[in-house]
């Protein structure tokens, strides 16, 4: 992985993470009186009821996995650095549109099982957004070329990038 897709993963990551932390502290620290007018006010407190949890959990995921493949210098294959990719946007997608009902109130009966599913995931199986946190940090790992896969004699030379 090169330093630069490190440092830059590591600090959005973290960031955001920080970011999920201080809206879980302000929503479960403070009076509900407050909360709850602040809830019936603010699309953007609403969407962080609903998505800070798995995000969190995501992050947690993700800079965890980043920092064991910066240390011990992990290298993937391309094939495999592509599906852990998508698999692992996928899972973002998902979040991004189970948070899409708060912001646009007519799509909330269309993705109201997406919605169920991210939140009951966040919480009954934490570890699973941290699992898939950890494949998109696989993700971004190096590509070891020796690393073709069983039918390696099949496909065509790699060219070099």
Not at 14 to 28: I, K, N
Not at 51 to 65: D, E, K, R, S, T
Not at 145 to 150: D, F, H, L, N, W
């Amino acid at each position: 992985m090169r330093k630069s897709t490190f440092i830059g993963n590591f600090v959005a990551w973290v960031a955001v993470a920080a970011v999920c932390c201080a809206f879980l502290a302000w929503y479960h620290m403070t009076d509900m009186e407050v909360v709850a007018a602040a809830l019936g006010s603010s699309g953007p407190a609403q969407l962080g009821v609903v998505l800070a949890a798995p995000v969190l959990v995501y992050a947690i995921g993700v800079v965890l996995g980043l920092l064991v493949l910066w240390v011990k210098k992990i290298t993937v294959g391309k094939v495999a650095k592509r599906v852990c990719r998508a698999i692992s946007l996928a899972v973002l997608a998902c979040m991004a549109l189970a948070g899409l009902p708060v912001l646009v109130p007519s799509a909330g009966d269309a993705l109201l099982g997406l919605v169920v599913v991210v939140v009951y995931v966040s919480v009954a199986a934490p570890v699973l957004f941290v699992v898939v946190g950890f494949v998109y940090a696989v993700g971004c790992a190096g590509v070891d070329r020796t690393k073709r896969g069983p039918f390696a004699k099949y496909l065509p030379e790699d060219d070099e990038e």
